[in-house]
């Protein structure tokens, strides 16, 4: 019951945020992120509906949708892999040290897709194996290309790639270069994803903009989905609704998110709760250094002591 729910965020965040925190965190940061959707989409030509409706009706038009063909799969990769160069060679302007690990973008086998999601996998210990970011293009309609360049920034860098890498290569007691938490782990990688919008990457491309809006939306829906869910005893059907209603995700992948959910209480608040996190400890360092303060030297801090509660 309730206790149960209470102790899961708790395992899941590691922080004592209350159900009804959690709940109003999601609606506080949903209705920020909607505001600047809505410039944007206007910018495009799509004014009518609300911004879930609206992208509903983005991933109808079929804007940025490569062939669903081996040829246009191959494309994606390759376009993303030019993603992931533009990137590496602006990393020096805001992360001292960086990742030595290489990564490599592989699309998930066929044989296996059906049942797999978007992950990162760490490289090996000792070199011998990239960090791999692996993508389900089972069909290239779940994922037109304006919210991939995104994806790329969460799971490889500077996200899960140059966290974990960076976490690996430290100069740390071994059980502190593997072991890690989920909302440390989740919360550098959605916050990367900020950074990267700050460092303006998304300049002159409202599209792509919106997709780096839309899986920060995500993450605020799941929020009020994990909390309406477990805490407000939601149904599913309401949940799958109410998530479709912030980010507008297609009804197969919006259930595919609850059930998620459903299974697993709190894990998926670990993400924005994470995030918060390290925004609040960015703005006192900047608060208390004033004019020395260095995104490269926060940034060291943040990762070089690796996974933290």
């Not at 992120?33 to 409706?53: I, M």
């Not at 899960?160 to 430290?170: K, V």
């Not at 709190?266 to 004019?291: D, F, H, N, P």
Request: charged residues 25%.
């Amino acid at each position: 019951g309730e206790a149960y729910y209470a102790a899961s965020l708790y395992a899941q965040t590691t922080t004592r945020i209350s159900p009804d925190e959690v709940h109003k965190l999601g609606r506080d940061v949903t209705a920020e992120l909607s505001a600047r959707a809505d410039v944007l989409f206007r910018q495009l030509g799509f004014t009518k509906g609300t911004v879930g409706e609206r992208y509903i009706a983005l991933y109808e038009s079929k804007k940025g949708v490569y062939p669903n063909t081996d040829a246009g799969k191959a494309q994606i990769i390759t376009d993303l892999n030019k993603v992931v160069k533009t990137i590496t060679a602006r990393l020096p302007e805001q992360f001292g040290t960086l990742p030595k690990a290489p990564l490599e973008i592989r699309r998930i086998p066929a044989a296996t897709e059906g049942g797999a999601s978007t992950h990162y996998e760490s490289a090996s210990l000792d070199g011998s194996r990239p960090g791999v970011y692996w993508l389900n293009l089972r069909d290239t309609a779940e994922s037109p290309f304006w919210f991939l360049p995104t994806t790329t920034y969460h799971e490889g860098v500077p996200g899960h790639h140059m966290q974990i890498s960076m976490q690996r290569e430290a100069d740390l007691p071994m059980i502190r270069r593997v072991m890690g938490f989920g909302a440390y782990a989740e919360g550098w990688a959605l916050y990367s994803e900020q950074v990267v919008q700050e460092m303006g990457l998304y300049n002159g491309e409202p599209l792509n903009e919106l997709g780096y809006i839309h899986d920060a939306l995500l993450r605020s829906a799941r929020l009020v989905t994990d909390s309406g869910l477990h805490h407000l005893r939601w149904t599913r059907e309401k949940a799958i609704a109410e998530m479709r209603a912030i980010e507008g995700d297609p009804e197969p992948l919006a259930a595919q998110e609850i059930e998620r959910y459903s299974v697993w209480p709190g894990q998926a608040c670990s993400y924005m709760v994470g995030k918060v996190t390290i925004l609040k400890l960015r703005e006192k360092a900047k608060a208390a250094l004033g004019a020395k303060y260095d995104p490269r030297k926060f940034h060291d801090a943040v990762l070089l002591s690796g996974s933290m509660p």
